[in-house]
C-alpha cells in the first residue's frame, strides 16, 4: 500500500511538472508572436502586458493564463518534494490569472490618471513580478533536501531580474512611461528568467520521477 502511494505521488509530480514545461513553452511561443503581431509595441521600453491591449490582445491573455497553469504546475510537481515551501508559486499564479482578464493601462498613462482596471492590472502585475523572485527562492529551499540546492542558486537569476526591473523603472516617479525609461528589456528579462527556473524545476522533478520513488521522502 505504501508503495502504491508512493509511486501515484511520484506519478502526479511527472504529470504536472510535464504540464509545467508544455504550458511553460506555449508562455514563450505565444509571446514571441506577439512581438511579430504587434511592432508598434517597441519592446525596449513598451510592457508585455500591454499587448493585450487593441487587436491581438486574446493572445497575451492566453499567455497570461498558459503562464499561471505553469506556474500553479510546477506547485504541484514541487509539492512532493517541499510540501507548503511551495505554496508561493500557487499565489503567484493567481497574480498571473487575473492579469489574464484584467487588462493594464497603456505604460504612458501617469499614475494619477490610471483607470480602476488598470490599478487592479498592477496590482496583480506586481504579486507576479515581485513574488516569483522570493516564491523560487522559498521553493527551492524547500525541496533542497531531496533535489538538491540547484533550484536557490538558480533563484538568483530571477532576483537579479527583479532588481534591474526596479532600478530601470526608478526615473518614471508615477509619470508614466516614456521611451526614455527603457523598463521592457528588463521586463522581458524577468519572463524568460522566471520561465527558465520553472523549466529547471521541473525537469529536476522528471529527473528524480524517472529514476523511481527512492528518494522520494515518504
Not at 86 to 106: N, S
Not at 118 to 146: D, E, S
Not at 163 to 174: D, R
Request: aromatic share 8%; charged share 10%.
Amino acid at each position: 500500500m505504501l508503495a502504491g502511494g508512493m509511486a501515484a505521488h511520484s506519478s502526479v509530480a511527472a504529470i504536472a511538472a510535464t504540464t509545467a514545461l508544455i504550458a511553460g513553452g506555449f508562455t514563450v511561443a505565444l509571446i514571441a508572436i506577439l512581438h511579430v503581431l504587434k511592432p508598434e509595441y517597441d519592446p525596449s521600453w513598451r510592457m508585455i502586458s500591454e499587448y493585450s491591449l487593441g487587436r491581438h490582445g486574446w493572445v497575451m491573455r492566453l499567455a497570461f493564463v498558459t503562464m499561471a497553469i505553469g506556474l500553479s504546475a510546477t506547485c504541484v510537481a514541487l509539492w512532493p518534494f517541499g510540501g507548503a515551501w511551495t505554496i508561493g508559486l500557487a499565489a503567484v499564479a493567481l497574480g498571473a490569472l487575473g492579469a489574464a482578464f484584467i487588462d493594464a493601462d497603456p505604460i504612458t498613462t501617469p499614475r494619477a490618471d490610471a483607470t480602476p482596471v488598470g490599478r487592479a492590472h498592477t496590482v496583480l502585475g506586481a504579486a507576479l513580478l515581485a513574488g516569483f523572485p522570493p516564491a523560487a527562492l522559498v521553493a527551492g529551499v524547500g525541496v533542497a533536501p531531496t533535489l538538491g540546492w540547484t533550484l536557490v542558486i538558480a533563484s538568483v537569476v530571477p532576483l537579479a531580474g527583479l532588481v534591474w526591473f526596479l532600478i530601470a523603472s526608478a526615473p518614471a516617479h508615477g509619470q508614466g512611461g516614456s521611451p526614455e525609461i527603457r523598463i521592457g528589456w528588463p521586463d522581458r528579462f524577468c519572463l524568460l528568467a522566471y520561465l527558465a527556473w520553472v523549466v529547471l524545476a521541473a525537469s529536476s522533478v522528471l529527473s528524480v520521477s524517472s529514476l523511481g520513488t527512492a528518494r522520494l521522502p515518504w
